[in-house]
Every structure is written in C-alpha cells, then in structure tokens.
T-cell receptor
C-alpha cells in the first residue's frame, strides 16, 4: 500500500464549477497534511495545510481532513482555467516512523475548461 | 521575506560525469533543507535532508551525496552520473521539521 494515494486524473471540470481532489494516506500517526499545486515544468507551490479534523478555508480553497478515515481533500470553488495544474497531496509521517518526512502523492491533474 | 535560489535551471550531462547542484536560502537562519527528485510521471522522492550545518541524512542509498557547508547552503553531488539519475531535482526549506516545505525552482537534469 502506498503511503499517500491520489487518483492521477485528469479531473475535468468546467469553468466556475467546484473541483474536488481527494487523497488517502496509510500512516495513522500522521498529523499534518499539505496541498501543493504544480504547473507543468515548474516546482510545487504550497496552497494550504491542515492539522486538525474538519474544514479549513482560504479564499476559493477548502481543505478537509478526516483522520478516522485517513482521508484529506481539497475543494476549489469557482474553478478557473488558471487552476489547471497537477495537485500534490503531501502527508508528514508520524513520529513513530522516525524522522517525520513529508511524503508526496503522485498528484491529480486538474483541467478546467473555459 | 525568505527566498530560495537553486541553480542551474537545466543541465545535460553525459553518463559518468560529475554533478554539482547548489541551493541557497535567504532571509532565515538555521533552516531545515531538503533535496527531492521527481522522475517523469512519478511522485517526489526525498533524497536528503539536513536539520543543521554539517548534518546530512540520506533517505535513499544511491550514487548521490549531499553537503551543507554553510547554514543556508545545500549542495547535491555525484561523482559519476547514471542514466537513472535523470529527473527534476528540487531543493526545499522549512522553518522547523513540522512546518510546510517551500521549494526552489528546480533543476531539470538529463543524463545522456
């Protein structure tokens, strides 16, 4: 089982719709979770992080965390063509695994059509 | 504000040649530093991390090495490149081991 799993996509949504990106993780001791956006040929940039169960909103982005289900998601409201990119979910492993390294999923490609 | 510089942006090297990639961080002291590699169609793989000057931890045994000669400088090296070393190399920093990582612009390495 992979430590962090994401559907590779592509996820296609029309402009103005809500895009929902999902991620599951295997380490129950994980405490911090991150979403990065990566445009083609560029480096990842941090969008959001979440540490507690529930929702965290920042502008058009909402991160949702459910530790019991080992599930984290990112919602993008009013999707724009400029949101078209690959979205990487990253999970910091729990302390009982030694160094709490940040493990990345392979990413979900999002395509927003005008 | 903090900034991270990574160079070169692209590099084409023959098999068996040496490698040196450099990364520096400005605007902070004693950052945690990381080297990741992203192979085509694959996720980011942690190669090395450092929580302080002169301290390096390796995650993946291979023909690469890292050094941290100064507080805000992180270097990735190889004595002899392999074809499998091709990829997108990313340097990153964080304030603490718990805080988010911030990436440099990356180096796209092609080994021919």
């Amino acid at each position: 089982q992979k430590e962090v799993e994401q559907n590779s996509g592509p996820l296609s949504v029309p402009e103005g719709a809500i895009a929902s990106l999902n991620c599951t993780y295997s380490d129950r001791g994980s405490q911090s979770f991150f979403w990065y956006r990566q445009y083609s040929g560029k480096s990842p940039e941090l969008i959001m992080f979440i540490y507690s169960n529930g929702d965290k909103e920042d502008g058009r982005f909402t991160a949702q965390l459910n530790k019991a289900s080992q599930y984290v998601s990112l919602l993008i409201r009013d999707s724009q063509p400029s949101d078209s990119a690959t979205y990487l979910c990253a999970v910091r492993l729990g302390a009982d695994t030694g160094f709490q390294k940040l493990v990345f999923g392979t990413g979900t490609r999002l395509l927003v059509s005008p | 504000s903090q900034t991270i510089h990574q160079w070169p942006a692209t590099l084409v090297q023959p098999v068996g040649s040496p490698l040196s990639l450099e990364c520096t961080v400005e605007g902070t002291s004693n950052p945690n530093l990381y080297w990741y590699r992203q192979a085509a169609g694959r996720g980011l793989q942690l190669l090395f991390y450092s929580v302080g000057i002169g301290q390096i931890s390796s995650e993946v045994p291979q023909n690469l090495s890292a050094s941290r000669p100064q507080d805000r400088q992180f270097i990735l090296s190889s004595k002899k490149l392999l074809l499998s070393d091709s990829g997108f190399y990313l340097c990153a920093w964080s304030v603490t081991v718990d805080s988010p990582l911030h990436f440099g612009n990356g180096t796209r390495l092609t080994v021919t």
